[in-house]
């Protein structure tokens, strides 16, 4: 199973609180993860990606961070909310015959 | 100019109708992906494809390297196919994703 567990579905927030969205996932060890972010009418932008603990990469200068403590876990983070950060944020892992996301969860910023 | 371009950006058929979405890129990549998602975000990978051509059902992807292009159809479509459909290409890590096409099916 390649199954990507992402919550919650959907998030509103105040400008200025903090955000934590996780990400875990089932299957072989060491996959490669992604978060996503889908703006209202706007494709897919990748956001961090990371090939295994602790290692990150950010494709975007931005005001949320990730990070991946352990194996099947990747969390993306924000200290203070903009109105900006709002949109639809998919968690992805890449294997060899395909791409597997979660179900994403819908922020709202206000 | 994008990477990677589709279209078109939206599409209206009636059910029963043949439908072709197109996707061109710029890059090198190892493979293409066709996703599909549906209204409330979901994403499915419906293809991953590097050559030639994928059938599944309804949907046949096909891709050109040579030229740099790939083609979704839906053969028979039929209102529950209504979804964005996005194409992306993937390098070593990274995927680059079209903007998608909207498509919508009539009953």
């Known amino acids: 199973s390649q199954t990507i567990h992402q919550w919650p579905a959907t998030l509103v927030q105040p400008v200025g609180s903090p955000l934590s969205l996780e990400c875990t996932v089932e299957g072989t060890s060491n996959p490669n993860l992604y978060w996503y972010r889908q703006a209202a009418g706007r494709g897919l932008q990748l956001l961090f990606y990371?090939?295994?603990?602790?290692?990150i990469s950010s494709e975007v200068p931005q005001n949320l961070s990730a990070s991946r403590p352990q194996d099947r876990q990747f969390i993306l983070s924000s200290k203070k909310l903009l109105l900006s950060d709002s949109g639809f944020y998919l968690c992805?892992?890449?294997?060899?015959?395909?791409?597997?996301f979660g179900s994403g969860t819908r922020l709202t910023v206000v | 100019k994008n990477e990677v371009e589709q279209s078109p950006q939206n599409l209206t058929a009636q059910e029963g109708e043949f439908i072709t979405i197109n996707c061109s890129y710029s890059?090198?990549?190892?493979?293409l992906h066709w996703l599909q998602q549906h209204p409330g975000g979901g994403i499915v990978s419906l293809f991953m494809?590097?050559?030639g051509k994928k059938k599944h059902g309804r949907l046949i992807a096909t891709i050109n390297i040579q030229e740099k292009h790939s083609s979704l159809h839906i053969t028979a479509s039929h209102p529950r196919d209504s979804a964005v459909y996005i194409c992306a290409v993937s390098g070593t890590y990274k995927y680059i994703f079209g903007t998608g096409t909207r498509l919508k099916v009539l009953a």
């Open positions: 992805a892992r890449g294997v060899t015959d395909g791409y597997t």
């Open positions: 990371s090939v295994g603990i602790g290692q």
């Open positions: 890059v090198g990549i190892s493979a």
């Open positions: 494809l590097s050559s």
